[in-house]
């Protein structure tokens, strides 16, 4: 094993792992601060979690496209490309983001009346999902700038970004959910403030950081970087980005359909739900870690045209996800009974809690190694086959499964996690078989140059 490519991908991988689980944790301590509140609170701002994904599923493939963009540019040398697609990318980001967040905010409760079926939990969705919508453009300034510091490998100001959201949202929670030290007591409106003020300071960290602390990346002129003149430009992030964009949607539209059939169960079982998802997340937060890596470093390869190099990167980090994977399935099943009893005291929620940890140890393979291959097939400008992929199996697998298993045959929540379960493996193996594919492809096709 190479030493120091080992050491390359520990770089972006550790501090961007640390980053998702950073964002994961402020979740779980978040919910355990709502849980004062009681099952419904919890259960009614879960429901805002696919709408208010699906719409920040195009920023989030923004800031991926970014990345791919800026390794590219890094790996040719070409500060000005890079810093054309960061320009470009950043004014649309801030358009869309007021345009969209002052839309959505005014129908936030035809919006939750159509997500959550639970009429005792639906006012807690509108009043979260009104205050983070409509005050969205901070975090989505945030992931992109982001993504253009992962793209130069700056992976360490993305997690002191994140660590400092992070501590605001949990001091402005203990101030605001309950009304503490002469502040008001807002309640659910408190957590969701506290979340807004936590990326106000990740998004003014992430800018100052491209502003004074690289020598790559440049904002100036941001504002007055011209879409139209800069056409070609635009194009390509219109292409490029527009399959992440409609993957990502096809993901949280595949998600919110699973979301409203879940809402028609009782909200004692879907809190449990709710909560096992936030376990499920800790798997993502490192599938996503060693994803961004794959990203970087692979996208970084393959703009210099080393498919050799590819391979060891995917290879390496295939590895370190199986050993992750199954370091974090014994974790969540060892420590089902003290993750679920912070946040429950009733018997049969810790029992189901613990079957709930049973299913989340299997699907943390799947998933893990999933998103390395399909950040693989990105990083090589195969953008449109996660698509295709996405939309087989979060638009159509998933919402027909669960419907399948709740409906047709009454497994309650245990027909979503089957669900879910058939949809990450269909995912994994196509995947897995198209990033082969498409590597070898890649291969012979140099190979071929070079004769």
């Not at 919006?111 to 969205?136: A, E, W």
């Amino acid at each position: 094993m190479n030493i120091q490519k080992l050491r390359s991908i520990m770089k972006i991988a550790v501090p961007a792992i640390a980053e998702s689980l950073a964002a994961v944790i402020v979740t779980s301590i978040d919910t355990k601060m709502v849980a004062s509140l009681g099952a419904q609170a919890i259960s009614g701002i879960s429901f805002t979690t696919q709408p208010k994904l699906m719409l920040f599923a195009i920023f989030f493939a923004l800031g991926t496209a970014l990345n791919v963009f800026v390794a590219q540019a890094y790996g040719k040398n070409d500060r000005d490309e890079a810093n054309s697609y960061l320009k470009a990318i950043v004014k649309i980001t801030i358009i869309l983001s007021l345009v969209l967040g002052a839309l959505l905010s005014a129908a936030a409760w035809p919006i939750m009346k159509l997500c959550n079926r639970q009429p005792d939990t639906v006012h807690y969705s509108v009043s979260f999902f009104r205050i983070i919508i409509g005050l969205m453009v901070f975090h989505n300034i945030s992931v992109v700038l982001n993504g253009a510091l992962r793209g130069i490998g700056e992976n360490r100001i993305t997690l002191v970004s994140s660590l400092a959201m992070g501590v605001v949202d949990i001091v402005f929670n203990y101030l605001l959910i309950e009304g503490r030290f002469g502040f008001p007591r807002l309640g659910v409106a408190g957590n969701a403030i506290a979340t807004v003020l936590g990326t106000v300071v990740a998004c003014l960290i992430s800018y100052l950081a491209i502003v004074k602390k690289t020598d790559f990346l440049d904002l100036k002129g941001v504002f007055s970087y011209s879409l139209r003149k800069d056409k070609e430009r635009t194009d390509v992030i219109r292409i490029k980005a527009g399959d992440i964009v409609l993957e990502n949607l096809f993901i949280r539209i595949g998600f919110l359909v699973s979301s409203i059939i879940s809402s028609y169960l009782a909200s004692s079982q879907t809190a449990v739900y709710s909560v096992g998802m936030i376990l499920f997340n800790y798997s993502f937060a490192f599938a996503d870690g060693l994803g961004k890596a794959t990203l970087t470093l692979a996208g970084k390869s393959a703009g210099a045209g080393n498919t050799q190099e590819i391979r060891y990167y995917r290879k390496t980090i295939h590895r370190i996800g199986w050993a992750c994977s199954a370091i974090l399935s014994l974790l969540f099943v060892l420590g089902s009974r003290f993750f679920f009893g912070l946040f429950f005291d009733d018997p049969t929620a810790l029992r189901e809690g613990f079957h709930t940890s049973l299913i989340v140890s299997t699907l943390v393979f799947l998933q893990i190694i999933r998103i390395i291959d399909i950040s693989v097939l990105r990083s090589i400008g195969q953008s449109g086959i996660p698509k295709k992929i996405a939309i087989l199996c979060v638009l159509f697998v998933n919402p027909i499964s669960s419907f399948l298993f709740t409906m047709v045959f009454p497994l309650n929540i245990w027909g979503i996690w089957l669900a879910s379960f058939i949809t990450q493996a269909v995912w994994f193996f196509a995947g897995t078989t198209q990033c082969r594919r498409h590597l070898k492809a890649m291969t012979s096709k140099m190979e071929n140059t070079l004769c």
